[in-house]
């Protein structure tokens, strides 16, 4: 079935130091999600992709989708304690309503 | 405007017993979805609603789990006899057409 595959598991960072999470799909994708769980939180919306090779940031996040729209990465620049938390991507199944998320990547900063 | 409202937040529970959880989507939004969160198997859809109408319920573990949406501003899942490997934390989500979910707070459920 469709899978949804991210790496790393884990990524422990000093502050100040970039960050990259990476996202890969074993089918192609119409968009791809990306979301931020704080610990004991829920996941929070950051941003949707749809276009080949689309690239969009937000502050310190960089957002990119691949050409193929089968793969999409995160990368924060000058990580923060505020960074702390779990990035997860999600892809829709077979262009449905219904998302397949990522294992998600934890992301742990010290300061 | 108020996000995803789900309860009760937290629920502990005896094996055998039933368990429901309830969820208020964002108004407006018509696709709802239950989503299940452990450690072990990660955020899992459990199954989701169209204007209130069960689309895609494949998620759903066993005959145990049941969900309904009697309205648009209210679902329900319930969990009846509940087990200790239900034990997980339990969120809603809801929807527009633009694919965006936004997640509750969620349910901690514990099974003892």
Known sequence: GQQVMQIPQYQHVQEGEDFTT???????????????????????????????????????????????????SLHITATQTTDVGTYFCAGPKDSSYKLIFGSGTRLLVRP | DAGVIQSPRHEVTEMGQEVTLRCKPISGHDYLFWYRQTMMRGLELLIYFNNNVPIDDSGMPEDRFSAKMPNASFSTLKIQPSEPRDSAVYFCASSTNSYEQYFGPGTRLTVT
């Open chain 1, 22 to 72: 990476y996202c890969n799909s074993s089918t192609t994708l119409s968009n791809i999600q990306w979301y931020k769980q704080r610990p004991g939180g829920h996941p929070v919306f950051l941003i949707q992709l749809v276009k080949s090779g689309e690239v969009k940031k937000q502050k310190r996040l960089t957002f990119q989708f691949g050409e193929a729209k089968k793969n999409s």
